[in-house]
């Protein structure tokens, strides 16, 4: 998902750039047995208890690597958020609903080990881009997934913050997702805009609107689905912003690109106290 970032500023250079000082980084920590079952934290130096995030990169559920989002895990240790980055299985070596098994599982990975890296167990925030932003919107709607775990999302997620993800995208449009899902059987189990209730916690889903991977509408739908349902849940449309730039915007160098940070960042502080209740919010926000 980042081949275009990646023509203009390497992803290596973005990690490159990104800040070091002040961060405590732990690599390749076992989350469940198997391959791509490890995980990657980055703990914001000298802070106890702090707030966490897991995030959950994208790539189709075909490509990724938690290597290639340093950038975007120590933007956020920056700013005072211990974040968890895990690798998960891909297709073609599974298919749904194996990766959200995996996130499902390196969730209660962090749940259950957290404190011993700084982190505050009592308040754990998923986000997600793109196929990721799908990972952390089912496992936060859907229940089966972290109650196979022993979790509750309800309980035990503090919010879930969704980057240009695909929540609504029935019929599939191309035979390369009918591999990845149609053999699940009911392909509406497979749609995060199904579970949409208002009881779930609070979410931040943004798009950018010139988005032609995964459209915006997904995100309006989601949204409106959660709303229309009394549920919490902050909606941002980015003009001039694409699949790509919504992410890279994350780095310091890109960050005139689009307000993801700061809007990521003050949606994780608005929820890291007592669960605070925001209301209908809806904005295109401009860069």
């Known amino acids: 998902m980042l081949s275009v970032l990646s023509a203009c500023s390497p992803v290596?250079?973005?990690?490159?750039?990104?800040?070091?000082?002040?961060?405590?980084?732990?690599?390749?920590?076992?989350?469940?047995?198997?391959d791509r079952h490890e995980l990657d934290i980055y703990a914001p130096e000298g802070r106890s208890s702090a707030p966490v995030v897991v995030f959950i990169y994208g790539g189709g559920?075909?490509?990724?690597?938690?290597?290639?989002?340093?950038?975007?895990?120590?933007?956020?240790?920056?700013?005072?958020?211990?974040?968890?980055?895990?690798?998960?299985?891909?297709?073609?070596?599974?298919?749904?609903?194996?990766?959200?098994?995996?996130?499902?599982?390196?969730?209660?990975?962090?749940?259950?080990?957290?404190?011993?890296?700084?982190?505050?167990?009592?308040?754990?925030?998923?986000?997600?881009?793109?196929?990721?932003?799908?990972?952390?919107?089912m496992l936060t709607l859907d229940r089966q997934w972290l109650g196979d775990q022993g979790l509750d999302p309800d309980r035990d997620i503090a919010g879930t913050v969704g980057l240009a993800g695909p929540y609504d995208f029935l019929p599939l449009p191309n035979p390369g997702?009918?591999?990845?899902?149609?053999?699940?059987?009911?392909?509406?189990?497979?749609?995060?805009?199904?579970?949409?209730?208002?009881?779930?916690?609070?979410?931040?889903?943004?798009?950018?609107?010139?988005?032609?991977t995964v459209l915006p509408r997904n995100t309006a739908h989601l949204a409106a689905a959660i709303r229309r349902d009394g549920g919490q849940v902050q909606e941002r449309i980015y003009p001039g912003v694409n699949h790509t730039t919504i992410i890279g915007a994350m780095a310091g160098v890109l960050r005139w690109l689009a307000p993801s940070l700061a809007d990521v960042a003050g949606f994780l502080d608005l929820?890291?106290?007592?669960?605070?209740?925001?209301?209908?919010?809806r904005e295109t926000v401009h860069p």
């Open 177 to 212: 997702l009918e591999d990845i899902f149609a053999p699940s059987g009911d392909l509406r189990l497979s749609q995060p805009i199904t579970f949409a209730r208002g009881n779930a916690p609070p979410m931040f889903l943004a798009t950018g609107a010139t988005d032609q």
């Open 61 to 137: 559920w075909q490509e990724g690597s938690k290597s290639e989002y340093r950038f975007v895990a120590a933007a956020l240790a920056s700013r005072g958020f211990l974040t968890v980055v895990p690798d998960y299985r891909l297709f073609p070596g599974v298919r749904f609903p194996a990766f959200l098994q995996d996130n499902a599982a390196a969730v209660a990975w962090t749940k259950a080990n957290i404190a011993r890296y700084g982190g505050d167990p009592r308040r754990i925030f998923l986000m997600g881009h793109s196929a990721g932003a799908y990972n952390v919107t």
């Open 271 to 281: 929820n890291a106290g007592p669960r605070a209740v925001f209301g209908d919010l």
């Open 12 to 34: 290596t250079v973005l990690n490159a750039l990104a800040p070091k000082a002040g961060i405590i980084e732990t690599r390749d920590i076992s989350y469940a047995p198997g």
